[in-house]
Each structure stands twice: as C-alpha cells, then as structure tokens.
C-alpha cells in the first residue's frame, strides 16, 4: 500500500544528527527544548541585575532564564531555567550560596548558582507576578522575602522555600523589598494607584515581622524601587514621578527629594561604602549622586532606548564597578572613581516581529523592537550582518525573488518601507507613502510587485524594480498581513474587519471577502498550489479555504491564544502555526488532524518562516528568541489508492466519483485541495496499476 499522502516531518533531537559540526557548544545550545537545534538570542532583559556577594558572577534575569556571566570577563557561565514565563525579579542570599528568581508565571525558584541544580521551588503568590526579592543579610536567619502583583509580601524559609507568614497593607502591587543591613527592618514599596513606602519590624525570633512604623507618603505615582544605605541610617525610594526621596527609616522623617530624572526612577542602590547613591531612569540616565550633600554628582549616557521601560543598576561589591542594564538590551559597566565607560555585554534581544527567508535559503532576515535588521546564517546561526536605519520598532521583512533587495516596514512614528541592497548590505531610497505604520510587506513570485500592508487601512502596490506606485487597495479596515497567490495574480489581505480580501493584482480590483473568522485576520499564507489559503486569527483558530469555491472547508482548533503566523511546508499537507500561547502547532491539512505542537518559548510567537527547502523551519518570539527547528523531509506520494487494497484501480476510480462535488474532508479528496473535483480524477487515472 502506498505510504499516506503526506509531508512526514523527523524532528531531529540529537543535534549531531544534523548539521553536526556547525553548531558549537556554546550558549545557543544551552537547555535548548526538545526538537530545536540552536536559540539565537538571550532573550530580552527582564529584570534587576544583580552581583554575587564575592563578585565573582553577575545574574541577569532574562525572558527565558537567569544567565550568569564571569563578572571580570563577561564570558557566559550558565543559563538557569525552570519557570514557565519570563523571569521579573532576583537575589543572591547573603553567603552566596542561593540565587532565588521569580516569575511573572507567579512562581519562584531556588537555585545553587555554582551548580546550577535547582535547590526548592516556593508555591509564590496567589496570583499574578514575583515582582520583587530580598534576602535577610543575616544569613543563619535564613529568611527570604517576596513582593507580588497580588498586593502582598511572603516570607519564605530561604533554603527550603517554606512559606512563613504574609504581609498585606499595600492597595497596589508591591513593586520592591528591602531588608536594613541588621536585619531589624523590612522596606517595601507600592505601585500603582499605592505610591507608599511601608516599614515592617521584626520581632524577636527575627522572622516575623509586623507593621509599627507609620506609612511614608508623598511620591505621587508608584514607588518603583527602596534600599538602605549600608550603615542603614537611610532609606532611598524611586518613583514613576521621576523623583528619589531620602527618608529616615527609624522616624519615618523625609528628608529630601532628588528631582533631576525628567521620567521616571526605576531602579536605585547605593555603593558599599555609602557614599554614592546610583539611580536609573526612563529618561535614558543613570545618575550619580552625593547622599550626603544631596547634590548630583555626574549623568551617565551610554544606554538608550528606555522610555516607558525599566532601567537596572547594581554595584559591585568591592565597589570599583558600576553596571546598568535596561530596555536596549546591553549591559554597560563603568568605572566608579572616574565614571568612565569600561566595556558592554551584547547578545540580549527585542521581542522579534518578522522573520523571512532569502530564496536561496542560506541566509534569513529578522527584525524586532530595536529599530535594527539582522542577518542570519541559516547553517551556522551566525550573525552575518545588521542594518540600522528605521526610527523605530520594525514590524514586516520580505526579500525579492532575486535575492538582491531586502524590504522591511516601520511602525508608528517611522512607517517607511526601507529597501536594502542584500549583498552590499546599504539602503536604497526608502518609501514613505503610508501614514501610519507598515505591517506586512510580501513580494509577488515572479518579482515584479512588492505589496504593503498598513495600519492606514490600505494596501498599497509597488513596482518592485523602481518603486514606483502602482495601486491603493482601500481595506477599509488596519491591515496585518499579505500574501501573494504562487501565479502572482491574487494578492489575499486580512486584518482587523475580521475577513480575508482577495484582490485582483494586475487590475487593483476587489474580487471577494472571506469571512468566518470572529475576530482580526493576523495571517494568511497560499499553499504552494494556489488551490489552498490559510489563516490564522484572533479567535485563536486556523482555517483554511479552497480558493475556487471561496469555502472554508476545514477549522484547525486547538491554540489557546492568537494565532499569529501560519506557513505551509513545500508539498502543502502540512501547515505550522504560531501562536500567543507561546507553542507551534503542525498540522496535517488532509485530515486536519494535529501533528505535533513545539514549546519552548516563553512569550508569544509572533512569527514563523520556513526554508525553501523545507528543512529549517524558525520562529521568533516576544521573549526576545529565535528558535531553529530542523526537519527531513520525505519525498511527498500522492495517495492513489483510495480504497486501500493495495492497488490502483477502477474502484478507486468509482469511488471518487461517488464523492465528487463534496468540498471539505472528503476521502474523494485526492489532492487535498478541499473539493473533489476532476483534478483528482485525472491523479487517479495518471496512476492505474500502481500498487
């Protein structure tokens, strides 16, 4: 009997078994999930950095882990996972021996940081996010505290995570904890709709505390950030107002207000010995300041990119190292005595928008919230280039049929189609026709057209070789993505009206709208045929429809969240689909049976994008991460046998006759197109005989 008509996919676990010496055992390696052959990427920054109490690792909470780094060389170490979501918070305990994270899954985890091995896991809170950690400096206390979106703070026993007793006082998220150097004092500060600072005391087994200080007010948005000076005689609040407070912690007295931030404080820590009050801001800053005097020290430059985002700033321990992380995804160290700039860690990464693959297959294009373009070689996973020149995030990637022109699309405050010599890696003349952001941008396949899709609510066609404007095809709606039919003719639109428009290329003209999906078309894709569309939608499901009939004959179910990305593999019987509910999905577009569902990101999946040669399939992330997954294709066989004898014959014949005009999942359906038709009689008769 023949084999099924089918695209057998093998995920190939063992990474020797595909393309063995390419990938070196390096960081993109490191606790890869199953099936996936390198992450490309970090991860984007997540939250505070911190340094071991030695100053020998530096802990960077990221969206798939926490990674440490040599503190003197900056040479990865590890990367600790084990949370479901990203990581939002992190703290060595006081000897060094513990590294606790948590979660925006709700979660936290204990870690031996030298090890790695993975040391208790507290329940965390009822609900919502760990957003902030501290261990007591009094090590044989062996007490850890927790602040969470859910208003309160936990005490936890810090080397087995048994839950102690809970804090509440707070009406808004408690954003950050502190413990004063004696251990005597808990600080914590409230967010949003909070603006507090409350002051906990111990009593005298030290491992209960108890509100008896009054509350400290006077910050007019969310306190973002407390700590103590050393000598504990201060305790310092950022705030979303852009001011830090300096507060006496045993009378409650404020003492001061430091207003040079234009946005908001988000992070703040003192040096070891007391004398220097670091604070990093949205304003793009870090700033340095004189606690004593009040007075402002010196602003440091060098990070950009943190407007409405968090900034981080840790000193070493020994006091000669100032490093500060934030929304630009680097992480910048600076000399404390001459405030000069030392050296950058690199490698932490945007959520990723849009990947695409060059027609050659060799390399692959993504772009991502960072402004930037980046090239990557499909075999090595190498960096080959990155283009600079959008004024914002970048949303649409698409190369030419030829291989020579890489286009891509700015969103709000760029919304300019960019195009870009590939080779030489330089920029042509840019297009700015849209008014607001440029969504999807898709080349014809015989290279003559380039489409756009806008969030003006148009469509908008280009001569591919000089840009010049052929057409508007009002949408009527914000439109998220295009895709051309394989003959170039039909261009398919979807967007936020909910339906799918099939234009009529060579004319500019409306011909139909397809409408079964509830909620925003995110995506469309053309199986290799034409016969066949795809769609993914906001109602979470995938629908593909036969194009002659304009019928929706199959609903692929399953994703829990927005499917954002679908694409066909070569021979069109199987489909991926990516989804906000962080997995991809395989599917068999036969049967509409589910294949095989990939995880391991930890953030949406905006965007999937397959080799020419089906053998790559890569998906990029809002964690900031693009997976590689590899797959061997086998040679597709059209199932002739219908009746599964054996062999084909005049029964078969009959038997798809019986079944002829039937649209949707049909075992007269030879060729999957969703209608049985006289195309699958003539498969039928093409192969008589075959057994």
Same mark, same amino acid.
């Given at each position: 009997?023949?084999?099924?008509?089918?695209?057998?996919?093998?995920?190939?676990?063992?990474?020797?078994?595909?393309?063995?010496?390419?990938?070196?055992?390096?960081?993109t390696?490191?606790?890869?999930?199953?099936?996936?052959?390198?992450r490309?990427?970090?991860?984007?920054?997540t939250?505070?950095?911190q340094?071991?109490?030695?100053?020998?690792?530096?802990?960077?909470?990221s969206?798939?882990?926490?990674?440490l780094?040599d503190?003197?060389?900056? %040479?990865?170490?590890n990367?600790?996972?084990?949370?479901t979501?990203?990581?939002?918070?992190? +703290?060595?305990?006081?000897?060094g021996?513990?590294l606790?994270?948590?979660?925006?899954?709700?979660?936290?985890?204990?870690?031996?940081?030298r090890?790695?091995?993975q040391?208790?896991?507290?329940?965390?809170?009822?609900?919502?996010?760990?957003?902030?950690?501290?261990?007591?400096?009094?090590?044989?206390?062996?007490?850890?505290?927790?602040?969470?979106?859910?208003?309160?703070?936990?005490?936890?026993g810090?080397? @087995?995570?048994?839950?102690?007793?809970?804090?509440?006082?707070?009406?808004?998220?408690?954003?950050?904890?502190?413990f004063?150097?004696?251990?005597?004092?808990?600080?914590?500060?409230?967010?949003?709709?909070?603006?507090?600072?409350?002051?906990?005391?111990a009593?005298?087994?030290?491992?209960?505390?108890?509100?008896?200080v009054?509350?400290?007010?006077?910050?007019?948005?969310?306190?973002?950030?407390?700590?103590?000076?050393?000598?504990?005689?201060?305790l310092?609040?950022?705030?979303?107002?852009?001011?830090?407070?300096?507060?006496d912690?045993?009378? *409650?007295?404020?003492?001061?207000?430091?207003?040079?931030?234009?946005l908001?404080?988000?992070?703040?820590?003192?040096s070891?010995d007391?004398?220097?009050?670091?604070?990093?801001?949205?304003?793009?800053?870090?700033?340095?300041?004189?606690?004593?005097?009040?007075?402002?020290?010196?602003?440091?430059?060098g990070?950009t990119?943190y407007?409405?985002?968090?900034a981080?700033?840790?000193?070493s321990?020994?006091?000669?190292?100032?490093?500060?992380?934030?929304?630009?995804?680097?992480?910048?160290f600076?000399?404390y005595? @001459?405030?000069q700039?030392?050296?950058t860690?690199?490698?932490?990464?945007?959520?990723?928008?849009?990947?695409?693959?060059?027609?050659?297959?060799?390399?692959?294009?993504?772009?991502?919230?960072?402004?930037?373009?980046?090239?990557?070689d499909?075999?090595?996973?190498?960096?080959?280039? @990155?283009?600079?020149?959008?004024?914002?995030?970048?949303?649409?990637?698409?190369?030419?049929?030829?291989n020579?022109?890489? +286009?891509?699309?700015?969103?709000?405050?760029?919304n300019?189609?960019?195009?870009?010599?590939?080779?030489? *890696?330089q920029?042509?003349v840019?297009?700015?026709?849209h008014?607001?952001?440029?969504?999807?941008?898709?080349?014809?396949?015989?290279?003559?057209?380039?489409?756009?899709?806008?969030w003006?609510?148009?469509?908008?066609?280009?001569? +591919?070789d000089?840009?010049?404007?052929?057409?508007?095809?009002r949408?009527?709606?914000?439109?998220?993505?295009?895709?051309?039919?394989p003959d170039?003719?039909?261009?398919?639109?979807g967007?936020?009206?909910?339906?799918?428009?099939?234009?009529?290329?060579?004319?500019?003209?409306?011909?139909?709208?397809?409408?079964?999906?509830?909620?925003?078309?995110?995506?469309? +894709?053309?199986?290799?045929?034409?016969?066949?569309?795809?769609?993914?939608?906001?109602?979470?499901?995938?629908?593909?429809?036969?194009?002659?009939? *304009? %019928?929706?004959?199959?609903?692929?179910?399953g994703?829990?969240?927005?499917?954002?990305?679908?694409?066909?593999?070569?021979?069109?019987?199987t489909?991926?689909?990516?989804?906000?509910?962080?997995?991809?999905r395989?599917?068999?577009?036969?049967?509409?049976?589910?294949?095989?569902?990939l995880t391991?990101?930890?953030?949406?999946?905006?965007?999937?994008?397959?080799?020419?040669?089906?053998?790559?399939?890569?998906?990029?992330?809002?964690?900031?991460t693009?997976?590689?997954?590899?797959f061997?294709?086998?040679?597709?066989?059209?199932?002739?046998?219908?009746?599964?004898?054996?062999?084909?014959?005049?029964?078969?014949?009959?038997?798809?006759?019986?079944h002829?005009?039937?649209?949707g999942?049909?075992?007269?359906?030879v060729?999957?197109?969703?209608?049985v038709?006289?195309?699958?009689?003539?498969l039928?008769?093409?192969?008589?005989?075959?057994?």
């Open positions: 009997m023949r084999p099924k008509c089918l695209l057998i996919l093998t995920i190939l676990f063992v990474s020797m078994l595909f393309h063995a010496n390419v990938f070196a055992q390096d960081y390696q490191w606790n890869l999930p199953e099936g996936a052959k390198a490309l990427g970090k991860g984007t920054i939250g505070n950095i340094y071991s109490p030695d100053g020998s690792l530096l802990a960077v909470p969206s798939i882990g926490v990674w780094y503190a003197d060389t900056h %040479q990865e170490i990367l600790l996972v084990g949370h979501a990203q990581i939002s918070v992190i +703290a060595f305990s006081p000897n021996n513990t606790a994270a948590g979660s925006t899954d709700g979660t936290i985890q204990l870690w031996n940081p090890t790695g091995e040391k208790a896991s507290p329940r965390g809170h009822n609900r919502g996010s760990i957003t902030s950690l501290a261990f007591s400096p009094l090590w044989q206390i062996d007490l850890l505290a927790s602040g969470g979106s859910d208003k309160t703070i936990r005490l936890w810090a080397s @087995t995570g048994n839950y102690i007793t809970t804090l509440m006082g707070h009406t808004g998220p408690v954003t950050s904890v502190a004063s150097p004696d251990g005597l004092m808990l600080a914590s500060g409230g967010g949003h709709k909070d603006n507090t600072i409350r002051l906990w005391n009593n005298d087994n030290l491992r209960n505390f108890r509100l008896t009054t509350t400290l007010t006077g910050h007019k948005y969310g306190v973002t950030s407390v700590t103590f000076s050393p000598n504990g005689r201060m310092v609040s950022g705030s979303g107002d852009g001011t830090i407070r300096l507060w912690p045993y009378t *409650g007295q404020h003492k001061a207000t430091l207003a040079e931030h234009t908001g404080v988000t992070s703040v820590a003192f070891p007391g004398q220097t009050l670091a604070s990093a801001g949205s304003d793009e800053t870090v700033r340095l300041w004189d606690p004593a005097t009040e007075t402002l020290k010196v602003t440091l430059a990070h990119g407007t409405g985002s968090d981080f700033v840790a000193f321990p020994d006091g000669r190292t100032l490093a500060s992380a934030g929304d630009d995804q680097m992480i910048q600076w000399d005595v @001459t405030f700039h030392k050296s860690i690199t490698g932490h990464t945007f959520p990723v928008n849009k990947i695409a693959f060059a027609p050659d297959g060799q390399i692959f294009a993504s772009v991502n919230d960072g402004k930037a373009i980046h090239l990557w499909t075999d090595t996973g190498h960096l080959r280039d @990155t283009l600079i020149g959008h004024g914002g995030r970048v949303f649409a990637v698409a190369f030419s049929p030829d020579q022109t890489l +286009a891509s699309g700015g969103g709000w405050g760029d300019a189609i960019r195009l870009w010599d590939v080779h030489a *890696g920029p042509k840019p297009i700015t026709s008014k607001h952001g440029v969504e999807s941008i898709v080349f014809s396949p015989d290279g003559s057209t380039m489409a756009s899709g806008s003006d609510s148009t469509v908008r066609l280009w001569d +591919a000089t840009s010049e404007h052929k057409a508007t095809l949408a009527g709606a914000t439109v998220f993505t295009v895709a051309f039919s170039s003719r039909t261009l398919a639109s967007g936020r009206d909910n339906a799918i428009h099939l234009w009529d290329v060579e004319r500019g003209e409306h011909l139909s709208s397809l409408k079964e999906h509830t909620r925003i078309v995110d995506t469309v +894709a053309f199986s290799s045929d034409g016969g066949t569309l795809a769609s993914g939608s906001s109602d979470n499901t995938v629908r593909l429809w036969n194009i002659q009939t *304009g %019928q929706s004959y199959v609903t692929l179910m994703h829990t969240s927005r499917v954002k990305s679908v694409v066909f593999f070569p021979d069109g019987k489909l991926a689909s990516g989804s906000w509910d962080d997995t991809i395989l599917w068999d577009t036969q049967t509409g049976q589910l294949q095989a569902t391991g990101h930890t953030a949406d999946v905006n965007t999937l994008a397959l080799s020419p040669n089906g053998g790559t399939l890569v998906s990029g992330s809002r964690d900031g693009i997976l590689l997954w590899p061997t294709p086998i040679e597709p066989k059209i199932k002739a046998d219908v009746n599964g004898d054996g062999i084909v014959n005049i029964q078969d014949l009959v038997l798809v006759a019986s002829f005009g039937e649209t999942l049909s075992p007269g359906d060729n999957g197109d969703g209608v038709n006289v195309q699958d009689l003539v039928i008769a093409s192969h008589l005989g075959d057994n």
